[in-house]
């Protein structure tokens, strides 16, 4: 949803793991956050920031559930990924890619077409993403994962935020304590613990900054279709 000068969500994510007792349920979730509906999805996750204790086995992991997911013709029962919705969009993917490569951005898996036929594209893994390259910065709506490495809290809330969006945000950790201040600290209208779900219809969707005016979904949600009007009189004029 957008108007001429504001988008409603963004198209980027925190994904922190830090200390987390399973990386296997952090990696699929990462996965699936950057992946789902072929990246075309308001909340999808790009941005994958992790801890460099597990920097390596993330990579790993991430690498290996890019390369198992089948993209294919989407009536056929054994296809996970589709295209995307067009040339003009493909094209627009294709050329993050070619970005991050010629920006010194590793590409672990991925980032060539699918086929010669349809706007199919490999499901692509990005690592030793740095914060300048446009593809940590930019939205790119598509299945392209930006894989960033961190080492401390401070210094993990402070990259996150440097952003003009922020609708979604998440965390893996054993530390609810540190993941309780993480929500607090992370400038996103929509953050989530060891999980990743960005929306459900009883409770607000929106975001901060350049990711949007108002919410939609929950109550919030009803009030962009209500009008409030104002009444006043002299109390001395009221009925008796």
Do not use: W
């Amino acid at each position: 949803m957008s108007n001429g000068t504001v988008k409603h969500h963004m198209f980027l994510l925190l994904r922190l793991c830090h200390d987390f007792l399973s990386v296997e349920v952090a990696a699929r979730t990462a996965h699936e956050a950057t992946m789902g509906n072929h990246g075309q999805c308001c909340s999808a996750g790009t941005r994958i920031f992790v801890q460099s204790p597990i920097y390596d086995k993330m990579v790993q992991r991430l690498k290996e559930l890019a390369e198992a997911r089948k993209v294919g013709d989407p009536f056929a029962e054994d296809t996970v990924q589709g295209p995307q919705v067009d040339e003009v969009h493909f094209k627009r993917v294709m050329s993050y890619i070619e970005s991050g490569k010629k920006e010194g951005a590793r590409l672990v898996t991925g980032g060539a077409r699918v086929g010669h036929k349809g706007y199919f594209i490999q499901p692509t893994v990005f690592a030793d993403v740095t914060d300048e390259m446009t593809i940590a910065k930019e939205e790119i709506f598509g299945p392209v994962q930006s894989i960033l490495r961190f080492d401390t809290f401070e210094e993990v809330v402070e990259r996150a935020n440097a952003t003009i969006y922020g609708s979604s945000g998440g965390v893996f950790t054993s530390d609810m304590d540190k993941a309780m201040r993480l929500a607090q600290a992370i400038e996103a209208g929509t953050f989530c613990i060891n999980s990743y779900k960005c929306a459900a219809v009883q409770v607000p969707f929106g975001g901060y900054k350049m990711s949007g005016i108002g919410n939609e979904l929950g109550e919030a949600g009803v009030e962009s279709y209500l009008q409030t009007k104002v009444v006043t009189m002299p109390i001395s004029q009221k009925n008796s």
